[in-house]
């Protein structure tokens, strides 16, 4: 691994440790502002949680143990692959900007999700790389 990997692994998976274990301490708020994109993927597919608190969860332990085998660089690009796929919900789940009508709101939304969107693009590249 070269210097580069071995600075930046621990910058991207980091976040993902300390999100983990900010929702599995506390779930339920993270619980109620994605219930209406858990009700949504529920129902069309079979095999995803029913239940808000379980998604977000699993998501948090996904980030978690992805987050911490980034950092410490063990199989680093399936942990990238994995916590980029775990985005793609994270973010149209908890990030729906296009929902509000506050401009204030509207606004930090979409900040958060075009952030999100940016951590995913560098997590392909660390998956890809």
Known sequence: MNL??????PMIG???????????????PRAK???PFTDRVAAMVPIAPRDPVTAV?????VHLAGGAMLAAGIFPRLAALALGASMVPTTLGAHRFWEFTDPA????????????TAITGGLLIAALD
Request: glycine share 4%; charged share 15%; hydrophobic share 50%.
């Open 4 to 9: 580069v990997r071995m600075i930046a692994h």
């Open 14 to 28: 980091g976040i993902f440790v300390v999100a983990g274990l900010d929702v599995l301490a506390n779930p339920e």
């Open 33 to 35: 502002i994605v219930k």
């Open 57 to 61: 969860t699993l998501n948090a332990l």
């Open 105 to 116: 709101q509207r606004s930090m939304q979409r900040t958060h999700f075009l952030k999100n």
